[in-house]
């Protein structure tokens, strides 16, 4: 499985960037996707989540500001963050498939990366 994760770059706060993850290699049919990011220096943490049906769960830190989206028919999951704040900087993550809470798994499939710097 390749997850390929573009839409980074650098932002004003209070701005907005919308992230792309495009998978290939296999059929997430069924599977939850999600975001995970990290920020130098910070362990890695969760972000937001897809079921298959379009349920979603955000992380507290992100909720009322980012939205998951994901198109089963072309196999791509979005993540469109707005109010993008200072502490939203770091390397955006895509990840299939994942536990709804974030968990992930030995098969978990993980995107390069793609940086979000946001200014103040």
């Known amino acids: 499985v390749q997850l390929q994760a573009s839409g980074g770059g650098l932002v004003q706060a209070g701005g907005s960037l919308r992230l792309s993850c495009a998978a290939s290699?296999?059929?997430?049919?069924?599977?939850?996707m999600g975001w995970f990011r990290q920020a130098p220096g910070k362990e890695r943490e969760f972000v937001a989540t897809i079921s298959w049906s379009g349920g979603t769960y955000y992380a507290d830190s992100v909720k009322g500001r980012f939205t998951i989206s994901r198109d089963n028919a072309k196999n791509m999951e979005y993540l469109q963050m707005n109010s993008l704040k200072p502490e939203d900087t770091a390397v955006y993550y895509c990840?299939?498939?994942?536990?709804?809470?974030?968990?992930?798994?030995?098969?978990?499939?993980w995107g390069q990366g793609t940086q979000v710097t946001v200014s103040s």
């Open positions: 990840a299939a498939p994942v536990g709804m809470s974030g968990g992930t798994w030995p098969n978990t499939g």
């Open positions: 290699g296999r059929t997430f049919s069924g599977y939850a």
